[in-house]
């Protein structure tokens, strides 16, 4: 048998923490939740969808898309009271931080309730300045009726998910990069759980999704309602999240095989909804869930079938968010600002801002070492 100080030199040598010490960078929550925020304001220009991403007067204006309900919480939403006429498009938001996050940062949202119907292509995701030089990572997205979330990573080729990482989702490509036209959905992971997307998500009561962009590699967690950790309260934007004490991840990128401080540089967060467009208006993805489609559809048929009209299809199209919070743990302010874009990529607008790249604090903090010494030794002693 082997010494108790062998063991615990042993099990010290191991990263017991993805991250430590987290200190709160900004709270978007209540009558200030959209503040901070850049509103993209010109059509969808990225993606080709059927939408126009309106200023924040337009969508502060009635029909109202971007205010505080009742019960403070924030909605972004599809304008489903607008009767549009063929070729116009319908109006929708896309909103994008000023500020960009780096490595160490942990960016969280719960939300009640997620848009969806058919056309519909909410996401809730990040993207570095140029793309994808600085990468992509797309923690809540999918289109029309899916019934799951499907997470993604999108960078420059090299960057690969190995079949063995640990995760409750279901790995579906391994490969991150983006090698136009040949690789464009990047390496995507399914959720498991049913109630991560869609109707399903709103009849649980909704739930928080969480990414950590850590040395570490990428990880991604879904928590329905019930099981939200205590330490992502709605009502304590103060506390320290442990991302330790959460459990398996629903994505896990690892760093082993896509270096994060490579492949990723300091992320804007991004939230909106576009119509059709190159996803969700693929008369293939269309028809998987929105079907049948007619053998002879156009290709527009996605746009011709819901975006013009009264808009009454489009009444479920909206994001109802309690917050969303960014946390860090490096040890000095990482973040970079930047103004929106309407530049060309692959779904998303980049800031100006310049970008750099910061530490996190170690892995393995002090405390966590004495602590995992002590319980070792511990256990060592009852087996003795």
């Known amino acids: 048998m082997k010494s108790a100080l062998s063991l615990a030199a042993a099990a010290a040598s191991i990263p017991l923490a993805r991250a430590a010490g987290f200190n709160l960078l900004q709270n978007w929550q209540g009558n200030s939740f959209f503040d901070n925020w850049s509103f993209y304001g010109n059509f969808d220009n990225l993606t080709n969808g059927d939408a126009v991403f309106v200023t924040q007067a337009v969508a502060q204006a009635e029909p109202q898309l971007a205010f505080i309900n009742s019960g403070g919480n924030a909605i972004v939403r599809v304008d489903n009271a607008s009767t549009v006429v063929y070729p116009n498009k319908r ?7 000023v500020e960009s996050y780096g490595l160490g940062s942990l960016w969280v949202m719960d939300a009640v309730h997620l848009p969806y119907g058919c056309s519909v292509w909410p996401a809730f995701w990040s993207q570095a300045t140029k793309w994808p030089e600085g990468g992509e990572i797309d923690t809540l997205e999918n289109v029309n009726l899916a019934l799951t979330n499907q997470m993604a990573l ?29 690789k464009t ?3 995507t992971v399914e959720d498991s759980n049913q109630a991560s997307y869609g109707a399903a998500f709103a009849a649980a009561g909704g739930g928080v999704y969480a990414t950590l962009l850590a040395d570490s590699g990428v990880y991604i967690w879904f928590f329905p309602r019930a099981n939200v950790p ?3 309260s ?9 991302p330790d004490g959460w459990g398996t991840p629903s994505a896990y990128y690892p760093s082993s095989s896509c270096p994060t401080s490579t492949f990723f540089e300091d992320q804007f967060i991004i939230l909106d909804i576009t119509l059709c467009g190159d996803f969700a208006g693929a008369l293939s993805v269309y028809n998987a869930t929105c079907g049948p489609i007619p053998s002879d559809a156009p290709t527009n048929y996605c746009y011709t079938t819901n975006v013009i009209g009264n808009g009454s299809n489009y009444d479920n199209a909206y994001f109802e968010v309690q917050y969303i919070r960014v946390w860090s743990n490096v040890t000095t302010s990482n973040s970079t600002t930047g103004s929106n874009s309407t530049g060309s990529g692959n779904g998303s607008s980049s800031g100006s801002g310049s970008s750099g790249k910061s530490s996190a604090v170690p892995m393995l903090t002090q405390g966590a070492a004495v602590a995992a ?3 070792l030794i511990g256990a060592v002693a009852l087996l003795a």
């Open 91 to 97: 109006n929708t938001v896309r909103l994008q931080s």
């Open 154 to 182: 999108h960078t420059e080729d090299g960057c690969m998910v190995t079949s063995s990482a640990v995760m409750t989702g279901s790995l579906t490509d391994q490969d991150c990069g983006t090698d136009l036209p040949t």
């Open 185 to 187: 959905q990047g390496c």
């Open 230 to 232: 205590s330490d992502l």
């Open 234 to 242: 709605v009502s304590n934007p103060n506390s320290s999240p442990n």
């Open 373 to 375: 010494f002590l319980g």
